[in-house]
């Protein structure tokens, strides 16, 4: 099977951070808007299939919910569209490049954030509540059960496990660059993506699905939304743009960048 080398990654992603801030705003908004809600459809199989399990199988529901919920990033990197998440390791390697400006990675991040938000709370209003989906009986408890985690850590908690959970996705997005067919960019994006669900990792447009969806139920308030997506935006940056854009870029790209 055919794969691209880091150093080959790393040109990759480059690129495609040069790409994203390179859009327009009206792309932004579209391909980010499906971004959120694909990650909230994968996130909405999550809990309909662990809400359906025996609860004597104990901690193995979690790990067949965290086999499911890889389909979100799947549908935003194969079929098409922008997560913030992503954009947080790609749009800084264009930056530490010098492709790009800081305002350009500014603005990038918050149209998409903006729209990968919008995309979550019309899946969780129109499938979760309005269709019921999240709102009956063990999908209700399920849903409100994992709100609660979320929004009952502490700041710096949900901070360092927005790096943890980043640190993985942007794994993910990275080795699906090295693949150069369906079956392997799948395979790619399916266990960080599954490994970061499975401990339980703070990812913000994750939590703008489920805690609007615990919300819409009378579960939660927008006050508590506020407080986790902060840090967890917080985290994800530090997880994506550090851990693996920096890291790698000293690694793979720096050298290039300075001889030029």
């Given at each position: ?180 067919d369906f079956i392997g960019k799948i395979v790619g994006i399916w266990f960080p993506v599954m ?58 790209t720096k050298k290039k960048t300075a001889t030029k």
């Amino acid at each position: 099977m055919a794969f691209n080398k880091p150093a080959e990654i790393a040109d990759i992603a480059v690129n495609v951070g040069v790409e994203k801030v390179a859009s327009p705003i009206t792309k932004m908004l579209v391909l980010g808007f499906l971004g959120g809600a694909f990650i909230a459809l994968g996130f909405l199989l999550d809990i309909r299939v662990m809400a359906a399990m025996p609860a004597e199988w104990g901690s193995f529901i979690t790990l067949v919910g965290a086999a499911v919920f890889p389909l979100g990033l799947i549908l935003v990197l194969l079929a098409g569209a922008d997560l913030i998440t992503g954009n947080m390791m790609t749009v800084p390697l264009a930056l530490y490049a010098k492709k790009i400006t800081f305002t350009q990675l500014l603005n990038n991040w918050f149209w998409v954030t903006i729209a990968n938000l919008l995309g979550a709370l019309f899946v969780a209003f129109a499938f979760g509540h309005y269709l019921g989906l999240t709102e009956t009986g063990v999908f209700l408890d399920k849903t409100v059960a994992i709100a609660d985690a979320k929004i009952g850590d502490s700041f710096l908690h949900t901070f360092v496990s927005g790096i943890g959970c980043n640190w993985l996705v942007c794994l993910a997005v990275w080795l699906s660059f090295g693949a150069h067919d369906f079956i392997g960019k799948i395979v790619g994006i399916w266990f960080p993506v599954m490994a970061f669900v499975t401990l339980g990792f703070q990812h913000v447009v994750a939590n703008m699905f489920v805690i609007p969806a615990a919300i819409f139920a009378g579960h939660a308030t927008w006050a508590d939304l506020g407080s986790n997506v902060v840090p967890a935006f917080l985290g994800n940056a530090v997880g994506g743009a550090i851990f693996v854009g920096a890291i790698y870029f000293v690694a793979y790209t720096k050298k290039k960048t300075a001889t030029k």
